[in-house]
Every structure is written in C-alpha cells, then in structure tokens.
C-alpha cells in the first residue's frame, strides 16, 4: 500500500489526481444544510472540476437501534 501527501485545496488537489483515472469515487459527510452553506462541499467542486467521472457515497444516516421489549417483573 502507498500512500501520498499533497498540500492544496481538497477539491482541486483531487480531480488532478482523477484527470489520469476512469472514476473518483468520494465519500460524503452528510453535514447539514448550514454548514454546507457556510463551508461548500469538496463533492460538489470535484463534481464540476474533474474530467472523469465522480461518484458520491453517502454517509449512511443512523437508524436507531432496535431494541427487546422491556421485561417487566413484579
């Protein structure tokens, strides 16, 4: 396994490495609509600047666990 640092902006750092790839493929946070807004998404801005095809993998959302009935005892 190799691995690589490489100083930049996120988005532009990750669709030079997707221009020499067949797919990027990225996960999503999921934040919510304000940080969104305040932050943007390195998601979006791959989507419009790699040359390849990119796809998104959402953060599955938390279901709560399912849990037994309570025992009740006298």
């Given at each position: 396994?190799?691995?690589?640092?490489i100083?930049?902006?996120p988005?532009?750092?990750?669709?030079?490495a997707g221009?020499?790839?067949?797919?990027?493929?990225?996960?999503?946070?999921?934040?919510?609509?304000?940080r969104?807004?305040?932050?943007?998404?390195?998601?979006?801005?791959?989507?419009?600047?790699?040359t390849?095809?990119?796809?998104?993998?959402?953060?599955?959302?938390d279901?709560?666990?399912?849990?037994?009935?309570?025992?009740?005892?006298?």
């Open positions: 396994m190799a691995a690589e640092v100083e930049g902006r988005a532009d750092v990750l669709a030079a221009a020499a790839a067949d797919l990027l493929v990225l996960g999503s946070h999921g934040h919510s609509r304000v969104h807004t305040v932050l943007g998404s390195v998601s979006e801005d791959c989507i419009r600047k790699a390849c095809p990119v796809v998104v993998i959402p953060v599955p959302i279901q709560p666990r399912q849990t037994a009935e309570p025992v009740l005892r006298n």
